[in-house]
């Protein structure tokens, strides 16, 4: 190579600019600092509010809880849970909120899966109706549900069609189990529905093509993917049946030893000036809804590992 030819690859050299991956970073100037340190700081007024907001609300429960602890002792729990009453009373609402949660996801699972994937006539009145018993009073649906086993069509009436076949449902323990149902399986539909808005239907449709009819996609596909959507509804309809109070009190009644569930234990023993007693059955709801969620959430993450 000449001379010449080498100072002009040396002067080429000299004048093509510099990958940007080469070049050295250039220092932060002062304003770049004090711009970091201003975003820094306008978030500290953000995670105040709503971390004061959001501990309110937890400290409030916390209170209430302290509270009912600190009135009733040890000797006055054990007085109160160990009377006859009242262990029926246990022993009913456990089984009827069982029965109440099993019927809620066998309703759920259906209806939330249709409202979810299908577009059908008058789709919106019934996403409106299921709404009904969220919104409605207790009350209103308990009286509405009397009413309904009550209400003479003709000489016909439902009561009395049931009674005489040997189940009768008015004042009797599947009024309660009935009342628990209508406001607990709403919210299991709701809790399905938007389960199966998750999942994506495309692998229904890969099953269907190479060979599996629509149920057989449902049961082998989907269902599997929605077990823990169907753990969240049984625990959200199980916790609504043990809380249900209004409809069961008109509807069925606080029949002692007979209808008689906790959360009409605590209306019963208030209204015979038993506070101690009605304070020790608030608390057996409390364990009793806490161990129903720790189970169904520890089921629901075996589950999934």
């Not at 501990?55 to 054990?78: G, Y």
């Not at 009913?92 to 059908?120: K, M, N």
Request: aromatic share 8%; net charge positive.
């Amino acid at each position: 190579m000449s001379q010449s030819d080498s100072a002009e690859a040396t002067a080429f050299s000299s004048t093509t600019p510099t990958p940007s991956h080469q070049t050295k970073s250039v220092a932060a100037t002062p304003d770049d600092a004090s711009k970091s340190r201003v975003r820094k700081r306008s978030d500290a007024p953000f995670f105040i509010v709503m971390s004061g907001i959001s501990a309110t609300f937890i400290l409030l429960i916390v209170l209430l809880l302290v509270a009912d602890l600190r009135f009733t002792s040890l000797s006055d729990f054990r007085d109160a849970l160990s009377k006859p009453e009242i262990i029926a009373a246990t022993r009913l609402t456990i089984t009827s909120c069982s029965v109440a949660a099993i019927l809620s996801l066998w309703v759920a699972v259906p209806l939330g899966y249709l409202l979810s994937r299908y577009r059908f006539p008058l789709r919106w009145l019934i996403d409106t109706i299921v709404d009904i018993p969220i919104v409605l009073p207790p009350l209103v649906l308990g009286l509405s549900l009397l009413i309904l086993f009550h209400q003479p069509i003709g000489d016909w009436q439902l009561e009395r069609f049931l009674g005489d076949r040997g189940f009768s449902v008015t004042y009797r323990w599947p009024a309660v189990v009935l009342a628990q149902f209508s406001v607990a399986c709403a919210f299991a539909v709701r809790t399905m529905r938007v389960t199966f808005d998750q999942i994506d239907p495309r692998t229904e449709d890969v099953a269907r093509t190479l060979g599996c009819t629509r149920g057989q996609a449902f049961l082998t596909v989907t269902l599997p993917q929605a077990r823990r959507g169907m753990i969240a509804a049984t625990t959200i309809a199980w916790a609504r049946s043990l809380g249900e109070f209004g409809p069961i009190l008109v509807f069925a009644g606080a029949t002692r030893m007979r209808t008689e569930v906790l959360s009409t234990t605590v209306f019963l023993e208030l209204s015979v000036g038993e506070l101690d007693s009605a304070v020790a059955v608030s608390l057996l709801m409390v364990a009793m809804a806490i161990v129903v969620l720790l189970i169904l959430r520890l089921l629901g993450t075996g589950l999934n590992t």
